[in-house]
């Protein structure tokens, strides 16, 4: 078996999701964002807008500055990407929507599902026909949209029956507006000849989804490549045997590592890697924390629904990337009115070099601020690195 230390895993696993290679010196434009979706497979979206929203945030750790109107053309404009829930809600290049059918076709109906079915058996239908009539349409548009039932997810039944029709691919989204999803029949958001592609059977659909996350991870245990694409362990352990049985796989024994890593035959182990990055709590990166406390020895948790008084680190915190480890973390928020990025806490990792990253760190800052139309930074007075960060910004 062959045998990889772990900085070598470190390494592969950057180097498979886009990270080390030079920034652009021009801008960054389409081929750029294929070339992400290529290193990444997808990318996950989230609605948390304190600095910015999480699916910008991968192509500017990766390439630097860009118009965040690129990303979102290629969802609803260029069609080259197209939502669903990958790992969590997310954008998926638009010839995965095979692969995906057979989750569409597997979905079960939840609580208030069965209870809205139950309670207003004909409701489904009527919302169907309403967005199949006047679509693209969005929750408010409809005739009767019911009220939310509290914050948060309280969703009324309304917006219940769009993300049901949503999740079994009856329908899809066709926009975005201030975040706010538009829905619309398939047939009028994807590409033409996407749903003429014949579905996979699941078995086979899933040993291509391995085989992505495979690719992604560059390195990674069996419970690495099923949480790329939330893919149940009991359904991806039989077959990442198979995939190793037939060579598709490769095993490795990593340093430190208590089960064998995975790769694609002939991945690439870079003998040295050499990357600078703001990266984001949803970034593909870091999402599977227990896969980035092993790669990195970098415990991560997000605190957003941790009382104030209880957060360690801060509400929405970036981990640092700094050559091939993650050396701090900073908590970041926007401040759009004051035109500020503001640095509520800065931390640098136990026996780092505090002026070195303060010195990368500060430039990366203002690079983040200017990609977001904020004139200055404001390293506030929290956390072991701020003192000296605050000096270098």
């Known amino acids: 078996m062959r045998k990889l230390s772990s900085a070598q895993a470190r390494r592969t696993a950057l180097a498979a999701q886009g990270f080390g290679g030079q920034r652009p010196v021009d801008r960054v434009d389409v081929r750029h964002v294929r070339r992400l979706f290529r290193d990444v497979s997808l990318v996950q979206i989230d609605s948390v807008n304190v600095a910015v929203r999480a699916h910008y945030m991968p192509l500017f750790s990766r390439f630097g500055p860009y118009q965040p109107e690129l990303m979102d053309s290629f969802a609803y404009s260029r069609r080259e990407v197209f939502e ?224 104030q008084p209880q957060r360690k680190f801060g509400y929405y915190v970036y981990p640092f990337l700094l050559g091939d480890e993650l050396v701090g973390r900073v908590d970041l928020k926007a401040d759009r009115a004051a035109g500020k990025l503001l640095v509520r806490g800065s931390y640098s990792e136990d026996g780092r070099d505090r002026e070195i990253i303060a010195a990368e760190l500060a430039d990366e800052l203002h690079l983040m601020a200017d990609w977001l139309g904020l004139d200055d930074v404001v390293v506030e007075k929290k956390g072991d690195l701020a003192g000296t960060l605050r000096k270098r910004v």
């Open 84 to 307: 669903y829930w990958g790992h969590e809600a997310s954008f998926l290049p638009v010839d995965r929507h095979p692969l995906m059918r057979f989750r569409m076709e597997a979905m079960r109906p939840w609580r208030s599902i069965r209870a809205l079915m139950e309670e207003h058996p004909e409701y489904m239908s009527e919302v169907f026909d309403e967005v199949a009539e006047y679509g693209p349409i969005t929750v408010s548009d409809l005739a009767d949209p019911g009220k939310r039932t509290g914050p948060w997810w309280g969703y009324g039944k309304g917006k219940i029956s769009l993300e049901w029709l949503f999740a079994t691919g009856r329908l899809a989204i066709a926009d975005r507006r201030n975040f706010t999803r538009y829905y619309d029949l398939p047939e009028r958001v994807l590409p033409a000849g996407i749903l003429d592609v014949e579905p996979l059977e699941k078995a086979e659909a899933l040993r291509e989804l391995l085989l992505l996350s495979a690719a992604a991870t560059g390195v990674g245990t069996a419970a690495d490549l099923a949480d790329y694409y939330r893919i149940r362990m009991p359904d991806a352990r039989p077959l990442i045997a198979e995939l190793v049985e037939s060579g598709a796989l490769v095993e490795v024994a990593v340093d430190g590592w208590p089960k064998p890593g995975l790769m694609l035959p002939g991945a690439t182990v870079p003998r040295a890697l050499s990357a600078r990055a703001l990266v984001s709590p949803f970034d593909s990166l870091i999402w599977f924390r227990e896969r980035t406390e092993r790669l990195f020895d970098f415990h991560y948790r997000i605190e957003i629904y941790v009382p």
